[in-house]
């Protein structure tokens, strides 16, 4: 381990000890004033985008969503679906005559709603149960397909006496014996499986058109005469223990029946028809049980039915992909050094990229995230983000630069002073890795000051961080830190190889490459190296947790949502088959010492930075027992510790907007704590 004495001064107000907070700077409650577009759904000619604008609601604590419009040239900007109750995923009818949405009107729950454009009625379509996904007209605009889930029978064991009238007995048991019963976000899983449904678009009865104790995907593709739907299911026997392994299947809308499209090992997924009809992109990959799988575009011949993949030699995962106005040319959305990229895919497998600004949905943290589509004549739009902008929409055509046609927060932080983000590489002291990484910078910085520095650690491990806004680092710099945030090995966007360095072996040098960008940034000469934080959450939890148990750098630590030990992950977490099915070559029961080496868990007895746990009551992805025995076991060693519990939050803590306050507000008071400025 690396020593060094720690210097614990306690400082008492964390936002503002030795930092910047202003009236001019990004301050907490500037939360609830940040508008975020996504969904971003251009009309079939290309004329109109409609999109989902999310606002937070001071009062309700919650994130609303409401539908707004915006012509293509920027101009009729205006609200279509404003209201508390809610409106979300826009989908055009093919003349564009229509609008299908999803909203909670009038205290129902989420259904299936069309507006006409020319009148501005609208109706309600569906009386569901559970909400509708995927809304997906059909090409003559006379039906709409969807998903939805459908409950299914309770497990019973044994049958409960009667009870005498009027007595109080204790609710019955609950019998679970499914292996995947729970799920982060959701909780205990009810009973039943996700399934296909048509509904006449001008109202009527929905139609189930898939059934059996399989679930099947959201993104479904009609065929151009309307006859056939695509989707992606796994319908083996032995599906829950390979959840991956979806196939596509077509189903014929009259009758039901269903056809088998694709067989291999590996997802195969996100289906769509050319405008001809004489072929499907999809896609998929081969799974290697590999923890990282670069995914690929695929072309089937209907015809004939013989498959074409066209990204063999392009090193980057695909993650959405469109026809582009014409049936030889596609639209791809990939990752590349931490920005999204919208490009062209030719039917011989070349890549043109002429968009590197697709921008985050989400702005807790500055991950790689974004939304496209595209119109029949390949006009096509998309959200456009940048390091001091949350998500805007932009549209342009093949050959013109895209514009940005709303300015959703320029009120707000034009009258801001943010954090400068500025990119830094440096080469990791294990390896011949170069690393790229960023560094945001407090509001009036000055060079010749010596600032703390939060190192801030991405999750997944499998995710890749950009240069996008974040609420969490410009108030991490408006209190004065400099914070870096990067993308050691393990992260997506620099191809299988990079990311799949950490295959079997994580946490490992990814370590290094963190350690490595510290001293980068030390190396500058306006951080003070007696003054490093660092945090993370999910995979960065299990990263800060990994840091203190091999070196005493850094005079503060919250390690939030975590992986503490590895048994126990795979045991009690959602993610039970990916555990041990991906992140390790055998069962816990067979190789214990190896979940063992790799566990947080095993370095406590070298810890001795003052450490913050942080995590969600309701985390079912990294579980709150996680947490407590890293608390317990710093206790027991007397490691000055606190254990933060946020009360009925799922892995994604920020979820309300006054979760990320509380996040952020107690990261920082706890690095004050041990602050010397």
Known sequence: MTKRPLKLVIIALATCAGGTVGADTFQSTDLFEIEIAGDPQISPDGSTVAYARLTSDIMTDRTRSNIWMVDADGGNHRPLLSGTAGYSSPRW????????????????????????????????????????????????????????????????????????????WAPPVTVIESLHYRSDGRGYLEPGNTHVFVIPAEGGTPRQLTSGDFNHGSSLAWSPDGQMLVVSSNREEDWEFNRRNTELWSIDVDTGAMRQLTKRFGPDNSATFSPDGSKLAYLGYDDKKMGYHNVNAYVMDMEVGSIRELTSDFDRSVDRVAWAGSSNRLYIQYDDHGKRHLATLSMSGEVSSFIDDIGSAGVSRPYTTGEFSVADNGAYAYTMGAPNRPADVAAGRRGRAPSRLTHLNDDLLARKTLGVVEEITWRSS????????????????????????????????????????????????????????????????????????????????????????????????????????????????????????????????????????????????????????????????????????????????????????????QDHRTPMPESEQYYQALKLRKIDTALVRVPEASHGIASRPSNQIAKVDNILAWFARYRTD
């Open 93 to 168: 009818s093919p003349a564009g005559d229509r609008l299908a949405y999803v909203s909670g009107i009038a205290g129902r729950g989420p259904e299936l709603y069309v507006r006409w454009m020319d009148t501005g009625q609208a109706a309600l379509l569906s009386n569901l149960m559970t909400a509708p996904s995927g809304l997906t007209w059909s090409p003559d605009g006379t039906q709409i397909a969807f998903t939805a889930h459908v409950q299914g029978e309770e497990s019973q064991l044994a049958t409960a006496p009667a009870k005498p009238e009027g007595a109080e």
């Open 430 to 617: 294990v390896g011949d890795h170069d690393i790229q990484g960023w560094i945001v910078k407090p509001p009036y910085f000055s060079a010749d000051k010596k600032y703390p520095l939060i190192l801030e650690i991405h999750g997944g491990p499998f995710a890749a961080y950009g240069p996008h806004f974040s609420v969490e680092n410009q108030l991490y710099a408006a209190a004065g830190y400099v914070v870096l945030y990067t993308n050691p090995r393990g992260s997506t966007s620099y191809g299988d190889e990079f990311a799949n360095e950490i295959h079997y072996n994580y946490p490992s040098q990814d370590y290094d490459d963190l350690i490595s960008g510290v001293d980068a940034v030390i190396a500058r000469g306006f951080v003070d190296a007696e003054q490093l934080f660092v945090t993370g959450g999910s995979g960065g939890g299990v990263l800060s947790a990994w840091i203190v148990g091999s070196t005493d750098l850094f005079a503060a630590a919250v390690v939030a949502k975590p992986v503490i030990n590895w048994i126990s992950e795979a045991l009690y977490s959602d993610i039970g088959t990916t555990v041990p099915g991906y992140w390790f070559e055998k069962m816990p029961w067979e190789d214990p010492q190896e979940y063992w080496r790799r566990s947080p868990l095993s370095l406590v007895g070298n810890v001795r930075t003052p450490t913050m746990l942080l995590t969600g009551e």
